[in-house]
């Protein structure tokens, strides 16, 4: 158990739709990095808050957005789902905001469009 | 434009033996080089690093060499056990964004051990 939460588990929701992710950080820490997992283009990093401030955006699409509350939990918001939206999403905590950081996943929130 | 490519994508060895992964980079910025073991249905965990500073890291049964002039890094895995079994991603850290950037993986190597 790597400390990080990650609700819902599953989601299933149809095209068009918009859902919201939530991920607590191990206690003490102070970053939140999403990830997207998909078969065709692996793991891939969407976007990075420290201590409620957004530090930088990966390959995030527009219709998705986050953000890091004062408590330090994080929503990653998913709006006009399309079927390739479908995906794992992994959210991950680090003490720092920084490389070298280890950061530590969540067992993820499993997405399903349909 | 894949930053970090990864090989094989999947591996098949005998108990005992010794698995193999290999890496390579383009961004000469990446200073931060973990892996990550995911085992089916849970999160990619931290099983070593290293930075460009050594050109290897011991731990356990897992070793990182790191050649930093080819901008390549490997993952051995001595005396591989099935527990061993899972799927394993190198990952880069570092560049402009001073590791504000999250991690750019490899697509995954998906290794499996023979008992």
């Known amino acids: 158990d790597s400390g990080v939460t990650q609700t819902p588990k599953h989601l299933i929701t149809a095209t068009g739709q918009r859902v919201t992710l939530r991920c607590s950080p191990r206690?003490?820490?102070?970053?939140v990095y999403w990830y997207q997992q998909s078969l065709d283009q692996g793991l891939q990093f969407l976007i990075h808050y420290y201590n409620g401030e957004e530090r930088a955006k990966g390959n995030i699409l527009e219709r998705f957005s986050a953000q890091q509350f004062p408590d330090l939990h994080s929503e990653l918001n998913l709006s006009s789902l399309e079927l390739g939206d479908s995906a794992l999403y992994f959210c991950?905590?680090?003490?720092?905001?920084?490389?070298?950081?280890?950061?530590?996943f969540g067992p993820g929130t499993r997405l399903t469009v349909l | 434009q894949q930053q970090v490519k990864q090989s094989p994508q999947s591996l098949i060895v005998q108990k005992g033996g010794i698995s193999i992964i290999n890496c390579a980079y383009e961004n000469t910025a990446f200073d931060y080089f973990p892996w990550y073991q995911q085992f089916p249905g849970k999160g990619p965990a931290l099983l070593i690093a290293?930075?460009?500073?050594?050109s290897e890291k011991k731990e356990g049964r897992f070793t990182i060499s790191f050649n930093k002039s080819a901008k390549q890094f490997s993952l051995h895995i001595m005396d591989s056990q099935p527990g061993d079994s899972a799927t394993y991603f190198c990952a880069a850290q570092g560049g402009s964004g001073g590791g504000a950037d999250g991690l750019t993986f490899g697509k995954g190597t998906h290794l499996i051990i023979q008992p």
């Open positions: 206690s003490g820490d102070l970053s």
């Open positions: 991950a905590s680090s003490k720092g905001g920084s490389a070298y950081n280890e950061q530590f």
């Open positions: 290293i930075r460009p500073d050594v």
